[in-house]
């Protein structure tokens, strides 16, 4: 069974660019989650997808960030403009509901200069 | 506000010896509690889990308590290995999300 797959793997950006960040789950996964683990931290959740509906998206700054699920399948997540305190590794994961063990991808390093 | 604290940034045990990580929590609402490892370059991997009705689960060298009274959970593994060096997360459900800990590097040394 093939994991979640996230692209790309390292990002390096300045300040006030945009960036995208491409989630695949696992296949039959009906919630995707995408989360912010900043350095020294534990992972924080964005925004919880259920099929192609937002679940929770309460921790997401959405004056800058922004994430979509097409389909029900796929999902991208979108930093614009980016800040210097963005910098961390945002996971995605998927589980087959809510109330399933989550499954991570390997992450996106994303520096921002 | 730190809902879920891991306090030790990190442990170090020599291979063989038993590994405990310790976990504190203040929402009295979480239902589960799991412990995630990560290694580097990789996205965390379930590890354990056990629900708030229960006091303890075992799985192989890996065994989770629970304690509700003190809102303290830990992972004991015995015996240590090489392998098991690695980044461990606790984390706790509050409805359906997991909030986590900030983590606890573990070395086994051989």
């Known amino acids: 069974e093939a994991g979640v797959a996230q692209s790309p793997r390292y990002k390096i950006i300045e300040k006030r660019q945009s960036v995208a960040f491409w989630c695949n789950p696992i296949?039959?996964?009906?919630?995707l989650y995408w989360y912010q683990q900043i350095l020294g931290q534990g992972p924080k959740l964005l925004i919880q997808f259920q099929n192609n509906g937002v679940v929770d998206d309460s921790q997401l700054p959405k004056d800058r960030f922004s994430a979509e699920r097409l389909k029900g399948v796929d999902s991208t997540l979108k930093i614009q403009p980016a800040k210097l305190e963005d910098s961390a590794v945002y996971l995605c994961?998927?589980?087959?509901?809510?109330?399933?063990?989550?499954?991570f991808g390997p992450g996106t390093r994303l520096t921002v200069t | 506000d730190q809902q879920v604290k891991q306090n030790s940034p990190s442990l170090s045990v020599q291979e063989g010896r038993i590994s405990i990580l310790n976990c504190d929590y203040t929402?009295?609402?979480?239902?589960?509690f799991l412990w995630y490892k990560k290694y580097p370059a990789e996205g965390p991997t379930f590890l354990i889990s056990i629900s708030s009705i229960k006091d303890k689960n075992e799985d192989g060298r890996f065994t989770v308590f629970l304690n509700k009274s003190a809102k303290h959970l830990s992972l004991h593994i015995v015996p240590s290995q090489p392998g098991d060096s690695a980044v461990y997360f606790c984390a706790a459900r509050d409805g359906n999300k997991l909030v986590f800990g900030a983590g606890t590097i573990l070395r086994v040394k051989s």
């Open positions: 994961a998927s589980s087959l509901d809510s109330r399933y063990e989550q499954y």
């Open positions: 296949s039959g996964h009906a919630t």
């Open positions: 929402n009295s609402m979480f239902d589960y």
